[in-house]
T-cell receptor, first 114, second 108 residues
Framework: DAGVIQSPRHEVTEMGQEVTLRCKPI?????LFWYRQTMMRGLELLIY????????DSGMPEDRFSAKMPNASFSTLKIQPSEPRDSAVYFC????????????FGPGTRLTVL | KQEVTQIPAALSVPEGENLVLNCSFT??????LQWFRQDPGKGLTSLLL?????REQTSGRLNASLDKSSGRSTLYIAASQPGDSATYLC???????FGKGTKLTVNP
């Protein structure tokens, strides 16, 4: 398996623009997680899905953030409108089961909002 | 709310030295604890996962211990190598709560 795939790897956009980050989890994994990493706050869980259903989105910072998982092999994290404080590295991870299984992380998307 | 602390924030050692990285957490009712490695510009790689019922896990030169009662975990690295240089993160619970990591540099 190719592992968790994220695109794009780098995104530079201007404040106010819509940004869409994409993730393809490992085939057969039931859980998908979106994280954000910044120097100040470290790694934070934004939202996670089980069998394509959002389970906990309490980490999503604002209504400007939304995430979807239309099928088992694809998820998106959208920011609209984007702001400079959204600049961070966004990671997607997947696991077979929650808790008892290792989470496998993608390489991340480095987002810069000017 | 679970809080995870890793001390020190950075550590530099000569090659061949044995070392210990520390992780502490505030809520001892954890499901599990994981140690990850992150290389610059890369994602996280899982090193060891300890279930709440376990006391330790070993993989090669790595050994992780868990003491839930004291809210502590340690990652022991034996005979360190320059290739071990990375940031090591501890994460607690089914919904991972991360520490900010320890940046390890192993000097040749």
């Amino acid at each position: 398996d190719a592992g968790v795939i994220q695109s794009p790897r780098h995104e530079v956009t201007e404040m106010g623009q819509e940004v869409t980050l994409r993730c393809k989890p490992i085939s057969g994994h039931d859980y998908l997680f979106w994280y954000r990493q910044t120097m100040m706050r470290g790694l934070e869980l934004l939202i996670y899905f089980n069998n394509n259903v959002p389970i906990d989105d309490s980490g999503m910072p604002e209504d400007r953030f939304s995430a979807k998982m239309p099928n088992a092999s694809f998820s998106t994290l959208k920011i609209q409108p984007s702001e400079p404080r959204d600049s961070a590295v966004y990671f997607c991870a997947s696991s077979l089961r929650q808790g008892s299984d290792t989470q496998y992380f993608g390489p991340g998307t480095r987002l810069t909002v000017l | 709310k679970q809080e995870v602390t890793q001390i020190p924030a950075a550590l530099s050692v000569p090659e061949g030295e044995n070392l210990v990285l520390n992780c502490s957490f505030t809520d001892s009712a954890i499901y599990n604890l994981q140690w990850f490695r992150q290389d610059p510009g890369k994602g996280l790689t899982s090193l060891l996962l300890i279930q709440s019922s376990q006391r330790e896990q070993t993989s090669g030169r790595l050994n992780a211990s868990l003491d839930k009662s004291s809210g502590r975990s340690t990652l022991y690295i034996a005979a360190s190598q320059p290739g071990d240089s990375a940031t090591y993160l501890c994460a607690v619970g089914a919904q991972l709560v991360f520490g900010k990591g320890t940046k390890l540099t192993v000097n040749p």
